[in-house]
């Protein structure tokens, strides 16, 4: 019979700025996902929610913009949303081939959640002087430039 001697073992943890940004964004959308949850949203959804109630009907691509997803990702969003009666579509007068997203009644209804975000961003910086938090956004919007840049180098 083999002992599993492994759980002694000590691990070994590189040091990777990827690694903990990717862990805390993980963490970051489940706490997110889960306090959504009772209003019957996910956190995809709200970002779309949040675009519109910040800057009214939007196309699918300024949407995807907004959210950092890709067009066809949004759609699938937006498709979802407007099966759960959150917003609707309708054909941009401006080009024939577009469409725009507005609220519907009911998403109207959740412009509660407009100032979501700033909850989550006190969950966060929880015990942070306001300079550090502010710091970290700098920070971390550094970093997604850097990693933006790099892909499109190596293109």
């Known amino acids: 019979m083999a002992i599993n001697n492994m759980s002694n073992k ?3 943890v590189p040091r ?3 690694r903990e940004v990717s862990l805390a964004a993980g963490a ?5 996902n889960r306090l959504l949850e009772p209003h019957g949203l996910s956190l995809a959804q709200w970002a779309v929610l949040s675009s519109l109630w910040h ?3 939007l196309s699918v691509k300024d949407l995807s913009v907004m959210t950092g997803n890709t067009g066809p990702a949004t759609t699938r969003i937006v498709d979802r949303m407007i099966a759960s009666d959150l917003v609707r579509r309708r054909p941009d007068p401006a080009d024939r081939r577009a469409v725009i997203v507005d609220l519907s009644d009911r998403g109207e209804e959740l ?3 407009e100032s979501f975000f700033e909850d989550v961003n006190a ?4 015990g942070m002087a306001e300079a550090d938090a502010n710091r ?3 920070l971390l919007k550094t970093v997604q430039g850097n990693a ?3 892909t499109e180098d190596s293109r």
């Open 16 to 18: 990777s700025l990827g």
């Open 123 to 126: 969950i966060l910086t929880e």
């Open 111 to 113: 412009r509660s959640l």
């Open 136 to 138: 970290l956004f700098d």
């Open 55 to 57: 800057n009214g009907p």
């Open 148 to 150: 933006r840049r790099a």
């Open 28 to 32: 970051v959308s489940t706490l997110c």
């Open 10 to 12: 000590t691990l070994i």
